[in-house]
């Protein structure tokens, strides 16, 4: 980790522009502070946003006024030390050292269209915020979330076609006891610490999987369920397996858990949130924030899914 934050602040010094150098050291910076002295402005700045705290009373509510004050904090340190930069995501995640492998996983099903064998044994817990200010929060309350098995768990904008609802957060589990023992956790919390209501369910695997087959995405609680693994699939997996390069397996992979607190990739990823709010008309954007500038991020993605999200924001209920 050393050594790469030390070649890509190399390779900025020789190239200011570097946009892709840019992009790795910023995610480097989501696993790990260096140690060595650094003055890249983006270490920098995260090791800046490291050190604002959250005031987070387990027992007190998120206001809207804790929000804003705190990403406006977040927001002046980087327009104070990395004026300029975007990132081209969406989704802040809370990883762990269990890799899950969804990629691999995907190119089973987007080459085969059949479920890998391990997905059958996933489970989510799905939250559903409806406005940007509760993405927000719940940003913080996973960030501060105290689970056994510190299961990974991200907070998204939803862009898929086929897939309903604008603001999005999952916990991933390993089974469906998990599933619902999270589930009940979060109910608790979320009546203590968000005003809002915030829908929570227990789903199975991807959206795309129960799509394509519907039987899967039907949880039975009290016996098997309706759709298991079919053995025959296994050949399938077995050939993508054997394309895959050394280094997109597993085991060679170096896993390392997310830095608790706010980095530079999650206030430029809240940023956005913000401009995806505005654009399709979540005028509680401006509890946190004013003015929003539009990034390209957005723009760019927006172009196909626009209009039916903006519907579906206008047609929800407050």
């Known amino acids: 980790m050393e050594q790469s934050i030390s070649s890509y602040t190399k390779a900025l010094e020789l190239e200011p522009n570097y946009l892709k150098a840019y992009d790795g050291l910023i995610r480097i910076l989501t696993f790990y502070n260096p140690k060595k002295p650094n003055l890249n402005p983006c270490v920098i700045a995260n090791k800046l946003l490291q050190s604002l705290n959250f005031s987070y009373d387990s027992k007190l509510q998120i206001s809207d006024n804790d929000v804003a004050t705190f990403f406006q904090r977040c927001n002046n340190v980087i327009s104070e030390n990395v004026k300029g930069l975007n990132l081209d995501e969406t989704q802040i995640h809370r990883v762990n050292t269990n890799e899950l492998n969804c990629e691999r996983h995907f190119q089973v099903f987007n080459v085969f269209n059949v479920i890998p064998k391990f997905c059958f044994g996933c489970y989510k817990v799905l939250l559903e915020p409806k406005k940007v200010t509760e993405l927000f929060k719940l940003y913080f309350i996973f960030d501060n979330l105290n689970l056994k098995n510190n299961n990974r768990r991200k907070c998204m904008l939803e862009f898929r076609p086929k897939v309903s609802g604008n603001y999005k957060g999952y916990i991933y589990c390993s089974g469906l006891s998990e599933a619902n023992e999270i589930k009940n956790k979060l109910d608790s919390i979320l009546s203590k610490k968000i005003k809002e209501n915030i829908p929570t369910t227990i789903k199975r695997g991807c959206s795309e999987f129960g799509i394509a087959y519907p039987q899967y995405k039907k949880i039975n609680q009290k016996d098997e369920q309706l759709m298991e693994y079919n053995e025959k699939w296994s050949n399938k997996e077995k050939i993508i397996d054997d394309k895959l390069t050394i280094k997109n397996r597993s085991k060679q992979k170096v896993l390392k858990d997310n830095l608790i607190?706010?980095?530079?990739?999650?206030?430029?990823?809240?940023?956005?949130?913000?401009?995806?709010?505005?654009?399709?008309?979540?005028?509680?954007?401006?509890?946190?924030?004013?003015?929003?500038?539009?990034?390209?991020?957005?723009?760019?993605i927006l172009s196909d899914y626009l209009l039916r999200h903006k519907k579906e924001f206008s047609s929800s209920p407050d």
Do not use: C, H, Q
Not at 272 to 287: E, R
């Open 261 to 300: 607190g706010a980095t530079v990739s999650d206030v430029l990823i809240m940023r956005n949130w913000l401009a995806y709010a505005k654009k399709i008309g979540d005028f509680s954007y401006k509890k946190i924030v004013k003015e929003v500038t539009i990034s390209p991020v957005i723009e760019k």
